[in-house]
């Protein structure tokens, strides 16, 4: 990794495939926090998937195909900076493995590996505050998705950046590593085990009683938000990146669905 003391000259951000298309206010919101910072960051306009779906789906072809074009991508970034622990994970843990160890594709993987961070691992890293102004709505339930605790091992962080916002409580919800049934294509194979496991973490919600929910991985928290949006509750969710950039949250009058709250 590189030194905290170093400060990258270039950022590439990677928005990642889900928040570009269902919520292009984080990647909009890691943008301002990195800027606002004096950070130079470029925007690559080919980025695509970083190949995390093919990946856990088995098709190593198709998961290499996209990891050789983001290594190309990124290579003459000195940082790439990721609003997603699951995306980021993918680029630093698994792109090495999917090259012969020795070839110039896995030495390549490496290095982008070495300069790739999710985006609250970042900010800390580099000191960046928060450019929230004072919080005034209430305690926020933090979502530490599998990625950030067993990928990034990134918890502190995304604590040590909450707790700089002026009058906000970041609650931590029970049972913090357990899945939230997302999972990708876990949740699309096995869908069952994936509302049941999204009910225990509501639970816990719940119980937080924090009316915001937020966490550093779309997947968990888009997951989340459909399956409380189906049990009638009214919890707005934001990507920790919307908290730190001083957006401010969305409640959403839910609907209940009939034969689908306790299905």
């Not at 856990?56 to 990721?82: E, P, T, W």
């Not at 505050?129 to 709505?137: H, M, V």
Request: net charge neutral; with cysteine.
């Amino acid at each position: 990794m590189t030194d905290s003391s170093e400060r990258p000259r270039t950022i590439a951000l990677f928005a990642t495939c889900l928040a570009d298309v269902m919520r292009p206010s984080v990647p909009q919101a890691a943008l301002k926090l990195l800027r606002a910072a004096g950070f130079r960051v470029s925007v690559p306009e080919r980025q695509t998937c970083c190949g995390q779906p093919a990946y856990n789906g088995g098709d190593a072809a198709a998961a290499r195909a996209l990891a050789i074009q983001a290594i190309k991508m990124l290579s003459a970034f000195d940082a790439v900076v990721v609003p997603s622990a699951s995306c980021a994970g993918m680029i630093r843990v698994h792109y090495p493995s999917l090259f012969p160890e020795g070839s110039a594709e896995h030495e390549a993987a490496c290095t982008l590996a070495a300069r790739t961070f999710e985006l609250c691992e970042f900010l800390h890293r580099h000191g960046v505050p928060p450019l929230a102004g004072r919080w005034k709505f209430g305690p926020v339930a933090v979502h530490e998705s599998c990625a950030l605790l067993r990928e990034i091992r990134g918890r502190t962080p995304v604590w040590a950046l909450l707790d700089q916002v002026a009058g906000l409580e970041a609650v931590a919800l029970d049972d913090p590593e357990t899945c939230c049934g997302f999972g990708g294509l876990f949740s699309v194979k096995l869908p069952e085990v994936s509302a049941a496991l999204a009910d225990r973490r509501i639970e816990t919600i719940m119980q937080s009683k924090a009316r915001i929910l937020t966490g550093v991985d779309m997947g968990c928290l888009l997951h989340l938000a459909g399956r409380m949006h189906r049990r009638g509750m009214e919890v707005a969710v934001m990507h920790v990146a919307e908290i730190l950039a001083g957006f401010a949250p969305v409640f959403c009058k839910p609907t209940r669905i009939a034969n689908e709250a306790g299905s």
